[in-house]
């Protein structure tokens, strides 16, 4: 069955720097992956996708995929007191559900 | 577009009673998410709909935990007797199918059970 783990658990960045999130998961036929992000008192909202090796920016977004190491990351440029939020990695299995990471817990530091 | 709307946003409820939440997904999505949220175990998922027919009840608890999808413009997540250890937030979502489509959230509805 899927296992998708995330780190760290929490993480500090001052504003203006880079965070890095990382996932890891565990099936090796895996396609597609999902960044979402939560903000306290609300559900979470998708940040972006992605399926091809590789990274694709959206902004001052960044995700990387690497299926052979079964490894997918977002790094934000910038980051704003807004991007405090709770983040999940989220993959498609294979019977076309999502499955979830335990979140990483961001604070931007002003 | 109102987004994924749910219904209550806090409940309080003593233990051993009844509590039912609701869910009206994004017209035109054909599936319906409910996620359970805590601290301790993070994101839940407890079951889904497509087309309102139920599809996979895997995270749902075997007793007390009931879902139904009555037509394509609301859902209910029913918990009977109640216990402390259900208190968390309840999560609805709804897409236009599975996987690679993006899941919208609702709010989520605050259950404390006293």
């Known amino acids: 069955q899927q296992k998708v783990q995330q780190s760290p658990e929490s993480l500090i960045v001052p504003e203006g720097g880079m965070a890095s999130l990382n996932c890891t998961f565990s099936d090796r036929n895996s396609q597609y992956f999902w960044w979402y992000r939560q903000h306290s008192g609300e559900g979470p909202k998708a940040l972006m996708?992605?399926?091809s090796n590789g990274d694709k920016k959206e902004g001052r977004f960044t995700a990387h995929l690497n299926k052979a190491s079964l490894y997918v990351s977002l790094h934000i440029k910038d980051s704003q007191p807004s991007d405090s939020a709770l983040y999940f990695c989220?993959?498609?299995?294979?019977?076309?559900?999502?499955?979830w990471g335990s979140g990483t817990k961001l604070i931007i530091k002003p | 577009n109102a987004g994924v709307i749910q219904t209550p946003r806090h409940k309080v409820t003593g233990k051993g009673q009844e509590a039912t939440l609701w869910c009206e997904p994004i017209s035109g999505h054909s599936a319906v998410f409910w996620y359970r949220q805590t601290i301790v175990q993070g994101l839940e998922f407890l079951t889904y709909f497509r087309n309102q027919a139920p599809i996979d009840d895997s995270g749902m608890p075997k007793e007390r935990f009931s879902a139904q999808m009555p037509n394509q413009s609301h859902s209910t997540l029913k918990i009977q007797s109640t216990q402390p250890q259900d208190s968390a937030v309840y999560l609805c979502a709804s897409s236009l199918g599975l996987g690679g489509n993006e899941q919208y959230f609702g709010p989520g509805t605050r259950l404390t059970v006293l």
């Open positions: 989220a993959v498609v299995d294979s019977n076309y559900q999502l499955i």
């Open positions: 996708s992605i399926f």
